[in-house]
């Protein structure tokens, strides 16, 4: 099974800028995509971002797209989330999750990592 770790999460202020990781066990073809999703109280689990293992597709919630951005390193078997001008409705935990392909559903994803809790004050 792929084992999913975030990290980076903190009490940030808004405007400011924040790193989160995603550390894989193991990549193959069946887990092609890593995503990002985020779940707050009161909300439903929201698609944020994701990126393709193999090739340099990326993906974006439009909520996000500007300010965000997703990278991995292949041979750290790393997922990055650079999350810019950070605003107080970013507050959410946010989890990693593999899937075979993209897509914005999270019942496509079938590794999901613990989360990191983003916490941003205005």
């Known amino acids: 099974q792929v084992q999913l770790v975030e990290s980076g999460g903190r009490l940030v202020q808004a405007g400011d800028s924040l790193r989160l990781s995603c550390v894989a066990s193991e990549r193959t073809w069946r887990s092609a995509v890593v995503g990002w999703f985020r779940h707050s109280p009161g909300t439903e689990r929201e698609f944020v971002a994701s990126a393709a293992w193999s090739i340099n597709n990326t993906w974006y919630a439009e909520s996000v797209k500007g300010r965000f951005t997703v990278s991995r390193d292949v041979a750290k078997n790393t997922v990055y989330l650079e999350m810019n001008s950070l605003k107080p409705e970013d507050t959410a935990m946010y989890y990693c999750?593999?899937?075979?392909?993209?897509?914005?559903?999270?019942?496509?994803?079938?590794?999901w990592g613990r989360g990191t809790q983003v916490t941003v004050s205005s």
């Open positions: 999750a593999a899937a075979e392909r993209y897509s914005p559903n999270d019942s496509y994803y079938k590794y």
